[in-house]
């Protein structure tokens, strides 16, 4: 069994996984995009291949100012047959070959239902096998109520990011951020501390298409923060990057106004879709949600390897 990347002329190809013609159209036209913009490169996408046939595939992706990959995606092995032994050997071969260090770690997103997510236990026994562990469980909202007018907050005072400065912004999300619930922010606290965890997910969040105009914090009418709301665009389209309210102003229903700036601030940017995520254990975000007109389209599952 050889493990390698694929090249250019190879695309069509690699492409050709499913007995789905237009889903393999639909993964052609999506990685020639991804090249393009810089989130995959050709570099990134690995074949186990044996006497010329591929029975395994592998794509690596990062956000295009990054440099190197974090998440691995459209994982396709013989499920019915050896797919623990080849997708093993796929996954180490693949993570060593993108020589990334030690304090590094990638992460599997599994979303449900979704073409991708076929033979999902199998994929799970993989995962867990080779030592990814689950790192949090997410409800994916997605928003598409464009006739409905969004009014703007009439209790909150929004001031972006080029107001305020990052200095302020970082400690503001260092603040939202003490006594949240989603385990993912949760678990880079335990490693790196409040502060620190702050900092870097502020700087990973640059990596997303945004206009500093977009990212806003929130006040009351005399001046103290409630929140912050950082709408933006990565490889899928307009997101919700990030939300939240501090601690002493939660269940004031703040939230409420936070999603509504975020929302209006996309729509009035050309967006029609929005999607965002939310923690399964985040109860108040996951209505505020659903109040905001925002529809379940999958679940997720995010899974962690560290290669320390």
């Known amino acids: 069994m050889d493990i390698r990347p694929i090249s250019r002329e190879e695309l069509e190809v690699f492409a050709n996984f499913s007995e789905q013609a237009e889903l393999n159209e639909h993964f052609l036209n999506y990685l020639r995009d991804m090249w393009d913009e810089s989130y995959v490169r050709p570099e990134w996408c690995f074949v186990a291949e044996e006497a010329g046939e591929f029975f395994g595939r592998i794509v690596y992706w990062s956000l295009p100012s990054l440099g190197k990959p974090f998440i691995c995606d459209f994982l396709e092995l013989p499920w019915n047959a050896n797919y623990l032994e080849v997708g093993t050997q796929l996954l180490q071969q ?12 990638m992460e599997y997103q599994l979303d ?36 409905t007018q969004i009014t703007p907050s009439n209790r909150l005072t929004f001031r972006s990011l080029n107001e305020v400065g990052e200095d302020a912004f970082i400690h503001a999300m260092m603040q939202v951020s003490s006594q949240t619930r989603d385990r993912s922010i949760l678990h880079e606290q335990a490693t790196l501390g409040l502060e620190q965890e702050a900092l870097e ?11 500093p105009t977009w990212w806003q914090l ?31 102003h939660r269940g004031q229903g703040y939230v409420n106004d936070l999603l509504q700036q975020g929302t209006l601030t996309l729509k009035s940017n050309g967006a029609v879709r929005i999607r965002s995520d939310a923690d399964v254990n985040n109860a108040a975000m996951v209505r505020a949600f659903q109040r905001a007109g925002y529809r379940q389209f999958v679940s997720r599952r995010e899974y962690c390897y560290s290669m320390s």
């Not at 995962?127 to 949090?136: A, D, Q, T, W």
């Not at 997910?201 to 206009?211: E, G, L, P, T, V």
């Not at 009418?221 to 490889?235: F, K, R, S, Y």
Request: charged fraction near 25%; aromatic fraction near 10%.
């Open 112 to 147: 449900i239902p979704s073409p991708s997510s076929r033979f999902l236990e199998e994929r799970i026994d993989l995962l867990e096998n080779f030592g990814f562990s689950l790192k949090r469980e997410t409800i994916r909202f997605e928003w598409k109520d464009t006739q």
């Open 201 to 211: 997910r502020f700087h990973k969040s640059k990596a997303f298409k945004y206009k």
């Open 94 to 105: 693949t993570l060593t070959q993108l020589h990334l260090h030690d304090n590094d770690s």
């Open 218 to 248: 929130a006040y009351t009418q005399d001046g103290t923060l409630v929140g912050l709301i950082m709408p933006a665009e990565n490889d899928g389209g307009p997101i919700i990057a990030c939300i939240g309210v501090v601690p002493e």
